[in-house]
């Protein structure tokens, strides 16, 4: 059974930061992917770090979020925050594509 908590989320203002966090169980850390679901839109994926260290991040993120991990907690390191940024974030598999369990996410608001 997956299980997975996402924390660190919260209300900031347009250039703030914000430093997620993520544990899971069911697949590993090191293959993970930060995933986020603005209201009304399809959920995407945002960054994604795999077992032999290669790093993607979605283009409108490039250069302001930065994806780690360290032993069993995953990041998401957030700078630079806009309000196109306002979704809930969650972790999943990245490589592989998602597993069916979702947790309850982490909600990000940024105001303008």
């Known amino acids: 059974q997956v299980q997975v908590k996402e924390s660190g989320g919260g209300l900031v203002q347009t250039g703030g930061s914000l430093r997620l966090s993520c544990t899971a169980s069911g697949f590993s850390i090191a293959n993970m992917g930060w995933y986020r679901q603005a209201p009304g839109k399809e959920r995407e994926l945002v960054a994604g770090i795999s077992l032999s260290g290669t790093i993607h991040y979605l283009d409108s993120v490039e250069g302001r979020f930065t994806i780690s991990r360290d032993k069993g907690t995953a990041y998401l390191q957030m700078n630079d925050l806009k309000p196109e940024d306002t979704a809930v974030y969650y972790c999943?598999?990245?490589?592989?594509?998602?597993?069916?369990?979702w947790g309850q996410g982490t909600q990000v608001i940024v105001s303008s």
């Open positions: 999943n598999r990245w490589l592989g594509g998602p597993l069916d369990s």
